[in-house]
């Protein structure tokens, strides 16, 4: 995509994210970049992973967090996540999940609530979600 986007400036990131409004005004208003990734993006390349995360850094990197909200875990070597199940959906993983060791920054500050969302849960692992949500994450 260079001219126009060099490698030093191509984002990949988390498909979940959270967008302003105005800001998501401005990515659907885009007629710069948007065609770039329509022309270049082949199954290699994820636009819901590249195009909005590389479209903010460029033109509103101030507003950027720099961070994901979605805690994933990868196994190494592998193109898929690990799937939480029944099983390993216990108040310990809900709690690792909620709050994280290190500190994250958001807008400059620290936080220990790192995640907004958390994948992946297989359908069994509902019920014990659920069945813990009053103890454990106070809804």
């Not at 196994?75 to 199940?85: E, I, L, Q, R």
Request: aromatic letters at 10%; one cysteine or more; charged letters at 20%.
């Amino acid at each position: 995509m260079a001219p126009d986007i060099t490698l030093r400036e191509w984002r990949k990131g988390s498909q979940w994210l959270e967008l302003s409004r105005d800001l998501a005004a401005s990515v659907l208003a885009d007629t710069r970049y948007y065609p770039l990734f329509r022309r270049h993006c082949t199954p290699s390349c994820y636009p819901d992973e590249h195009y909005v995360q590389t479209y903010v850094s460029l033109r509103h990197g101030a507003r950027n967090s720099n961070r994901t909200v979605t805690r994933v875990e990868w196994p190494a070597g592998t193109s898929h996540p690990v799937t939480y199940g029944a099983g390993d959906a216990t108040p310990e993983l809900v709690r690792s999940i909620r709050t994280s060791a290190e500190p994250c920054a958001y807008n400059s500050r620290l936080t220990s609530t790192c995640y907004l969302f958390a994948r992946k849960f297989s359908p069994d692992a509902l019920a014990p979600l659920l069945n813990m949500s009053a103890a454990v994450m106070h809804y």
